[in-house]
């Protein structure tokens, strides 16, 4: 109960940090979230290839759920190369919403880098032939 506590104020923390960071127009305040995020994105593509490699664990998983769990026995039912399939849909949906995100939060920090960035060329064009 502690670590889980832990963990979630940590997390709200980093976000909190890169709602600041985005407000203040701050970059440096992005990138923990921007890390958090990468790291969860990584996570999420272990779990699609430990399920596109082992199958087998969907049906071990099911087993071990409780007796009482809804739709036990209609899941356990359903043919496991499209149970399979199903998942594996589910976790592709997940990871591209991830990787939207991430490329929201990457543009912020550029973004927010750009515009801090004080080495930008200004061209003046004018219609003064001299």
């Known amino acids: ?24 127009q701050h970059a ?10 990468i790291f969860d994105f990584a996570l999420n593509t272990l779990v699609a290839i430990s399920v596109l490699i082992y199958p087998s664990t969907i049906q071990d998983y099911l087993h071990q ?8 026995e209609e899941i356990m039912s359903v ?17 591209a919403f991830k990787g939207y995100l991430i490329s929201c939060v990457w543009n912020c920090y550029r ?3 750009g515009r801090n960035n004080s ?12």
């Open 1 to 24: 109960m502690c670590i889980a506590t832990a963990i979630s104020l940590l997390m709200i923390l980093i976000c909190a940090m890169a709602t600041y960071g985005a407000y203040k």
């Open 28 to 37: 440096a305040w992005i990138i923990p979230f921007f890390c958090y995020q």
């Open 65 to 72: 759920l409780p007796n009482n769990f809804p739709s036990k």
């Open 79 to 95: 043919n496991p190369t499209c149970l399979v399939v199903i998942i594996l849909l589910f976790i592709s949906i997940i990871l």
């Open 111 to 113: 973004y927010i880098n």
């Open 119 to 130: 080495d930008v060329l200004v061209y003046i064009t004018t219609n003064d032939t001299a």
